[in-house]
């Protein structure tokens, strides 16, 4: 069966969009930034401790793994992972302080940067290594 093409730009679009819904619901201030290559997606505020994250937003419709390259990664950010699957059925969140990932590549990369000398033209994170991280909202409490 064929799969029916989606937008790449709706889908990131969706899952910025669902991810400010959940930090509104949360009690947290959240503003999504538009324009192209952008290299924050969302800012997001706790006034409970008066403090400030910038947070990188990366959707996929169905589970597989997350193109993102290492030397993109910033430790300061705050990465949400989004699998938004079809319409009737609900999406996974997984919330990933940036320092987590740098200080282990290896485990969230898998094989991606395991050899230098022949490195991956498409370097993604892991589906697995984020499960520890599902619905891990509270490090904006952090």
Aim: net charge positive.
């Amino acid at each position: 069966m064929k799969r029916e093409y989606r937008d790449q730009q709706l889908t990131g679009m969706a899952g910025e969009f669902l991810t400010v819904g959940k930090l509104f619901k949360r009690g947290y201030q959240a503003s999504i930034t538009f324009g192209n290559a952008k290299a924050i997606d969302v800012f997001v505020h706790n006034p409970r401790i008066d403090k400030s994250y910038n947070v990188q937003v990366k959707t996929l419709r169905h589970k597989n793994c997350f193109p993102i390259k290492k030397e993109s990664l910033k430790s300061e950010y705050m990465y949400v992972f989004i699998l938004l699957y079809e319409f009737d059925q609900l999406e996974e969140y997984f919330i990933v302080p940036g320092s987590d990932i740098i200080q282990d590549i290896d485990k969230f990369f898998g094989s991606t940067y395991r050899n230098p000398a022949k490195p991956s033209s498409m370097p993604a994170i892991n589906y697995g290594p984020l499960a520890p991280y599902k619905d891990n909202w509270q490090v904006f409490d952090k």
